[in-house]
């Protein structure tokens, strides 16, 4: 299907539904033959990709407006607005769906829990605190996508704080880190992993926040955001080269090109490999044994 519009982001799918936003704010929505059943208009540009789950068609703006629409016709549902800074990361953020609930990072260093149907806030946590005398300095964006495994939702902020909080406890933060990082975390039942500013790779015991390991091979190669795979951890740097690292001690297992120059979408953990996108818009599937 072409959508004769140009796409600002990527696409959510629940299965029957997807959905696509246009640079102009145009949130479009697909049946599972590819068949367009509705269009709406988002309140700006969309540069987040939409998420799709509970009948609803969620969308965040670009000045922070978080809208849903119901997946049948597109009629708005609820509407969500949070102030937002001065400056932020131009960078890849992605919300979640787990069990009715939407799951989203902000620019204001704070995540939120939100029905899908309702739009009522079930809660929000603080990942970090903006600090400094200009702008620049306190961009704290959560970056990435929300990780949940089991009661523990995590996120990672640009200049603040990596962080896991226990929702079972309503939130409470189980532990944190001085961190930054600007393409978000991956995690699997054991560990959450992520790069700081130096492009060092972490990773982290998901039940106390203990450092497990380092590795500084990668470092300065731009980085994207990680993705688990089996028996690995994947990340893409600059040259458009996917990296696998041991997801037990941090040990390089190799690495690929797959053409195309750099790597800045989130990768895709898949049971047989990991999916990268190029920037010259290159699919690969990278096999992992």
Request: charged residues 15%; contains cysteine; hydrophobic residues 45%.
């Amino acid at each position: 299907m072409n959508a004769a519009k140009r796409l600002s982001a990527g696409v959510g799918a629940d299965g029957t539904t997807v959905a696509v936003a246009a640079a102009d704010g145009t949130v479009i929505a697909l049946n599972d033959q590819g068949v367009e059943m509705w269009t709406a208009k988002a309140a700006s540009e969309i540069t987040v990709p939409p998420v799709v789950g509970s009948g609803v068609v969620v969308v965040r703006s670009s000045d922070y407006r978080i809208q849903a629409f119901d997946a049948r016709n597109g009629n708005l549902l609820w509407s969500l607005q949070r102030p937002g800074p001065a400056l932020a990361l131009k960078t890849n953020i992605q919300m979640e769906m787990v069990d009715g609930l939407l799951i989203a990072g902000m620019p204001n260093g704070r995540v939120m829990a939100i029905d899908a149907r309702s739009g009522a806030v079930q809660w929000e946590g603080t990942v970090a605190v903006s600090k400094g005398a200009t702008d620049l300095e306190r961009i704290i964006d959560v970056v990435g996508a929300p990780q949940m495994q089991g009661p523990l939702l995590c996120g990672a902020a640009y200049q603040g704080r990596i962080v896991c909080f226990d929702v079972s406890q309503g939130g409470v933060p189980v532990w944190d880190h001085e961190f930054s990082n600007s393409v978000g975390p991956a995690s699997d039942a054991q560990f959450l992993y992520a790069s700081d500013g130096r492009d060092i790779m972490h990773a982290f015991s998901l039940r106390d926040g203990t450092p497990v390991w380092t590795q500084e091979g990668l470092r300065n190669r731009k980085l994207s955001a990680p993705a688990v795979v089996p028996q690995a951890v994947a990340v893409g740097d600059y040259e458009g080269f996917v990296h696998l690292l041991s997801r037990s001690d941090g040990r390089l297992l190799g690495r690929v090109s797959v053409g195309g120059g750099a790597i800045t979408s989130p990768l895709v953990g898949t049971d047989r490999g990991v999916l990268v996108q190029a920037r010259n818009g290159n699919l690969v599937l990278v096999g992992v044994n």
